[in-house]
């Protein structure tokens, strides 16, 4: 090779015949990351989720109205009690809707965009390999739900102290636990959050590569999102019910009682990681032997 | 498989539903070569080149990239292809940089430490520098050939796959991207080049391949190639007569009285050229008395050959 040429010269001695396996996976992990979460629509549905329950807080503090115990969205009622219980009820107001939107948008456009961009031949070329890809795009998109869940806990949790008193919070089943416990408890509730949105994700994805239309698998995974929870109200079909993913999504509850109870957690954990499993391999399936022609 | 082929196909096909779109081709890229793949529209070359990159599944054949059995070892062999398949394709949210430095990172050789100073390499050779942190959306069709370009340099690589790369490109940036595609082949990579610019691949071009119809009906070293096409002699003169009669006694074949052209003002008349030299010709007209105005030999461009191989006509194939 001519030295004369730099590039040529001095990227020779940098190009390792052989790394680490795993480490250009964790490189890409990283990329796609980046890639994702400095997107502007990420931040733009990260913002706008964040404004939930700051919208709550505001609206709570600015109403002299009382609400009777029990009247509106669970927690509601509490909040003026105490500020905890802000997150909670954004948790419960976006779940039926607005978290299963935002995690259609993003799982819809794990390999459907690439396809439409065209760039998912150059990075079968780079080579990615099929797997590495299909489990690169679900590892991000299980890290975005956790996101939208911590954003909403933690905005929650900052406002509703800014906004009303904190002190000992008095739980479910009737017990007080300690402000610092409460904190606790609402990072566990964000974790069974995020647990329940883990099943759509890898819906999602394998939607995602039926199709290089990302809008249209976008709207295949939220209308799936709101058909399981139709289907979850209709008595006549309650032997379905268990199998909807997402049957136990505001089960979390049951984390407010003193004993924790954990069956709701359990139940849901195992649900969502059959459903991880059916349709992971699905879309893996379908993604490592088709013929990328986009 | 031997050391001495960039690219080796045996057999290779592809069907898609009852149409056979490649049809058990047997393509040879020497190591080193800068290797012209044409054909018209339509005859597999686009699928030929998908196929070796593991991007899809051949029906039936084999193929050997650098020495390595595809799509098997697609992950050892890819590191050191660079690709340009189809035009390129960006992330229009990001910029030139970024958009680089994520195909960097999803090649699993290419080490992080020094990516920044080898993406700075790469628009440098391509001249983009000054719009690297611009976003894609805003480049023009050339800055985004270029940085397809760009993408296929990342790294040095042993061979290159270029699908049409002066595609959008103005006559500068078309002789600089010739230029480069020399220089590269003077370090020993070897470019297999998919044009439609018979001109360019004359220009460029060690050996050549042409598609027809899904099969490959001609594959070599461009100067053998030339010579299917029998070169002739054209003569301009005025006494056509004459000359007719000189050739007729030389025994030259195929003597034609050519249309007069727009430009030329000399009635021409041409014949194949067959073991005659020129110089013999010339000297038997001009004996003769015929007034001799030009007289060249047509060795026939790779244009001629390339219709004479795969037809003439509108139609794209398939």
């Known amino acids: 090779m001519s030295a004369a040429d730099p590039l040529l010269a001095d990227a020779a001695a940098s190009v390792p015949r052989r790394l680490p396996a795993g480490t250009g996976s964790f490189v890409f992990f990283r990329n796609e990351l980046a890639t994702l979460f400095r997107r502007r629509r990420t931040i733009t549905l990260l913002a706008v989720l964040a404004a939930v329950p700051l919208l709550i807080a505001v609206a709570v503090k600015l109403s002299s109205q009382q609400i009777a115990p029990g009247e509106g969205p669970t927690f509601l009622d509490r909040i003026t009690q105490n500020g905890l219980f802000v997150g909670l009820t954004a948790l419960v107001v976006c779940t039926p809707l607005f978290l299963p939107l935002a995690v259609a948008v993003v799982a819809g456009d794990t390999v459907a965009g690439e396809a439409n961009l065209g760039t998912l031949r150059y990075l079968a070329i780079a080579p990615v390999g099929r797997l590495r890809l299909i489990v690169t795009k679900f590892l991000t998109a299980t890290v975005f739900c956790a996101a939208v869940t911590v954003v909403i806990t933690g905005v929650g949790a900052v406002v509703g102290t800014l906004f009303f008193p904190v002190g000992r919070v008095t739980l479910l089943s009737g017990a007080t636990i300690s402000p610092a416990a409460a904190a606790g408890r609402e990072f566990l509730v964000a974790g069974y959050v995020t647990i329940s949105l883990i099943g759509l994700a890898a819906l999602g994805l394998f939607v995602s590569t039926l199709t290089d239309i990302p809008v249209g698998a976008m709207a295949a995974v939220a209308v799936a999102a709101i058909a399981s929870q139709i289907l979850d109200s209709i008595p006549q079909v309650s032997w379905l019910h268990p199998w909807l993913f997402s049957h136990y999504w505001l089960g979390f509850g049951d984390l407010l009682r003193d004993p924790i109870v954990w069956t709701s957690l359990l139940r849901n954990a195992v649900l969502q990681a059959g459903y991880v499993a059916v349709f992971g391999s699905l879309a893996y399936g379908r993604f490592a032997t088709k013929d990328l022609l986009a | ?318």
């Open chain 2, 1 to 318: 498989m031997s050391d001495e082929w960039a690219i080796r196909t045996t057999g290779l096909t592809k069907r898609f539903g009852r149409r056979t779109v490649v049809d058990r081709i047997d393509v040879a890229v020497p190591r080193g070569a800068v290797y012209g793949f044409l054909g018209p529209n339509g005859s597999g070359k686009t699928t030929t080149i998908r196929m070796l990159l593991g991007l899809a599944a051949p029906n039936a054949g084999e193929m050997w990239l650098l020495g390595h059995r595809m799509p098997a070892a697609a992950r050892q062999v890819l590191p050191e292809v660079g690709a340009l398949v189809e035009g390129p394709a960006w992330y229009p949210f990001l910029s030139g940089t970024d958009n680089l430095a994520r195909f960097d990172a999803a090649n699993p050789a290419m080490r992080p430490r020094d990516r920044q100073r080898r993406i700075a390499a790469a628009l440098d050779r391509v001249g983009l520098s000054h719009v690297a942190k611009k976003k894609v959306r805003a480049y023009s069709l050339g800055m985004k050939q270029r940085l397809g370009i760009a993408a296929a340099l990342l790294a040095p690589r042993q061979l290159l796959v270029l699908d049409e790369p002066t595609n959008g490109l103005d006559p500068q940036g078309t002789r600089e991207v010739r230029a480069l595609i020399r220089s590269l082949a003077e370090d020993g990579t070897t470019v297999f080049v998919s044009s439609h610019l018979l001109s360019e691949v004359e220009q460029i071009c060690t050996h050549v391949g042409v598609m027809s119809r899904g099969k490959l009906v001609a594959q070599g070293d461009l100067t053998a190639l030339r010579r299917l096409h029998r070169p002739r002699l054209v003569i301009e003169t005025p006494d056509v007569e004459r000359a007719l009669r000189v050739l007729d006694d030389l025994a030259l074949r195929d003597v034609q009285r050519e249309q007069t052209h727009t430009g030329s003002t000399e009635p021409r008349i041409s014949a194949e050229l067959d073991g005659v030299l020129p110089e013999e010709v010339c000297a038997a007209l001009v004996h003769a008395g015929v007034r001799v105005r030009g007289l060249r030999p047509d060795h026939g461009s790779l244009e001629d050959v390339f219709v004479s191989l795969t037809g003439e006509g509108f139609d794209v194939d398939g």
